[in-house]
């Protein structure tokens, strides 16, 4: 019997977990001449409207005005008057990603680049460390790359597997002043173990802490 502490019988590969920081309001910074990190931008659908909807605020409204994504337009205080707000432009995102994904293809073959979404990609490094060094190294050399070319910011989870790259990227690369964070099989029990709200964990959404009280309570 395999005991749980034994991970030599364990898949382990090295997983890149890669998010551009508040995509979409970063590259509208970027292409005003804005400094990302910086700059208080708002991407806005419908931005005539009370009800008008925040799709991405840029880190700064988000620090400064506590404006997130969903975010109404009267929840904006318009009467900052260094704030941007900014109409939605697709096209725009889509060629910006597709510039990011060829930057990934330096790293990995085709069939280990897994797209997540617009802004978040997964990258299977582990045959690529003859060429590019360590995986921290590969995961730096992708954010100096995607910095340097494109002026965005990436943050960067690493795991042995897509579940710890992601949750270390959610939980820890966010808040790390290099922007990446390593969780392996043998952190789980002073990483996830210690997440205390359940929606922090990957794929469990509001809906299943409510049912998950409500089961308590009967």
């Not at 030599?8 to 990190?37: M, N, Q, W, Y």
């Not at 910086?38 to 506590?66: E, W």
């Not at 260094?82 to 910006?96: G, Q």
């Not at 173990?193 to 794929?203: F, H, P």
Request: proline residues 4%; positive net charge.
């Amino acid at each position: 019997m395999v005991q749980v502490e034994d991970y030599s019988h364990v898949p382990r590969k090295d997983i890149l977990c890669i998010d551009v920081k508040s995509f979409f309001a970063s590259v509208e910074c970027v292409t005003r001449g804005l400094d990302p990190l910086k700059a208080k931008l708002v991407v806005m659908s419908n931005a005539d409207r009370a009800g008008g909807l925040v799709l991405a605020a840029s880190p700064m409204m988000k620090k400064v005005h506590r404006i997130k994504t969903i975010s109404r337009m009267y929840e904006v205080p318009t009467w900052d008057k260094e704030i941007i707000i900014a109409p939605p432009r697709m096209k725009l995102y889509l060629k910006v990603n597709a510039m990011i994904q060829a930057i990934f293809l330096r790293y990995v073959p085709k069939e280990y680049f897994f797209p997540y979404s617009i802004d978040e990609a997964f990258l299977d490094v582990t045959g690529s460390h003859a060429l590019f060094g360590s995986t921290q190294e590969i995961a730096e050399r992708i954010q100096a790359d995607i910095l340097s070319e494109l002026r965005l910011f990436v943050t960067v989870g690493i795991g042995d597997n897509m579940l710890l790259s992601k949750i270390a990227l959610d939980n820890a690369a966010k808040h790390q002043t290099d922007g990446i964070a390593s969780w392996r099989y043998e952190n789980v029990p002073d990483t996830i173990w210690k997440i205390k709200e359940l929606t922090d964990m990957w794929g469990i959404w509001n809906g299943y802490t409510r049912m998950d009280s409500k089961n308590k309570r009967i």
